[in-house]
């Protein structure tokens, strides 16, 4: 490897280490915000999903590695905040697990090894 080839590496390594604790503390206030402010699950998930979904836009416009498990968690707090404002009683909690059981089963039989 060269210094520049490292350098970018820990540059990355730096970049996503920041994007997580940006994302966490905005998560954090986020779901303090709504419930003082009393918003209602249906907007507390669905800005959930949007925070989740930001960060991963972010990892990908900043050549960070794009997690698709937390992609898949941002849709489903998205779904779950659209079917609760739109009163759609589908109980989001199953269709979680399955979507997360479906994803890992892709990921294990169709995804890159790791080293």
Do not use: H
Not at 20 to 37: E, K, P
Not at 51 to 74: C, H, I, P, S
């Amino acid at each position: 490897m060269t210094n520049n080839s490292v350098a970018s590496m820990v540059d990355r390594q730096s970049t996503a280490q920041k994007l997580d604790s940006l994302v966490w503390g905005l998560l954090l206030l986020w779901i303090g915000i709504a419930l003082l402010a009393n918003l209602g699950w249906g907007i507390g998930l669905l800005g959930i999903g949007v925070l989740l979904l930001g960060e991963q836009a972010a990892r990908a416009y900043a050549a960070v590695k794009f997690e698709t498990f937390w992609v898949v968690v941002g849709l489903v707090f998205l779904f779950g905040g659209i079917s609760e404002l739109l009163s759609i009683r589908i109980s989001p909690i199953p269709v979680a697990c399955i979507v997360a059981g479906v994803v890992l089963l892709l990921s294990t039989l169709f995804g890159k090894p790791r080293d």
